[in-house]
Each structure stands twice: as C-alpha cells, then as structure tokens.
C-alpha cells in the first residue's frame, strides 16, 4: 500500500505564490513519473505537470512559465512552485505517481488532493 500526502494549498491573491509539497510513502518498490493534476468546479479534471525520474519535465500550456515541478528522488517526493497565480487556477490540486509492482508492471496511485484558490 502506497500513500500520497499532499500539502501546501490554501489562498493566494492574484499575482502570489504557493508551492505544493506530495510525499509517497509506504510500500515502494519504484516511482516512475509523478505529476500533478486538477479540477476546478464544473471542469474535467486536467495535467498540470510531471516529470519522470530522470527529471524530464511536461507542462500543461496554461501553466507554462509560471510553474515549476521538481523531485527529490531520495525523499519520495515532488514539488509544485507556483507563481504569477491567476484565478483561474483554483482548484483542487491532486498528485499522483506511476509506481512498480514486483513485476515492475506499472500502476497509478493518487493524493486525497489540496485546494487551491487564488482571490482578491
């Protein structure tokens, strides 16, 4: 069994900054790519970011040159910084990791999520 906690949202004024923190914990055997994902209400939930464990990044259009996702391999662990936030990026902000069973055949596993919201 493999836990995702994530940790870091709240409210933010347009224009701020937040940065969400997701640790993996449990029983890991490996972590390929973890990412974030999320949903605003009324809206399909969407990728905003992953990066592989070679560090390889992938972002959503929206979001490009204002978030940064990064990993700590050693902790289990990746981040999200976000700046220049809008108001349209409130949601509820969820990770998620691809990880390896004993036959090294991946499978998805997902944080409860954390709220986002950025308003004046």
């Known amino acids: 069994q493999v836990q995702l906690v994530e940790s870091g949202g709240g409210l933010v004024q347009p224009g701020g900054s937040l940065r969400l923190s997701c640790a993996a914990s449990?029983?890991?055997?490996?972590?390929?790519?973890m990412g974030w994902d999320r949903q605003a209400p009324g809206k399909q939930r969407e990728l905003v970011a992953d990066?592989?464990?070679?560090?390889?990044?992938n972002y959503a259009d929206s979001v490009k040159g204002r978030f940064t996702i990064s990993r700590d391999n050693a902790q289990n662990t990746v981040y999200l910084q976000m700046n220049s936030l809008k108001p349209e990026d409130t949601a509820v902000y969820y990770c998620?990791?691809?990880?390896?069973?004993?036959?090294?055949?991946?499978?998805?596993?997902w944080g409860q999520g954390t709220q986002v919201t950025v308003s004046s």
């Open positions: 998620n990791a691809e990880l390896g069973d004993p036959d090294n055949t991946p499978y998805d596993s």
């Open positions: 449990g029983s890991i055997l490996s972590i390929y790519a």
């Open positions: 990066i592989t464990s070679g560090g390889s990044t």
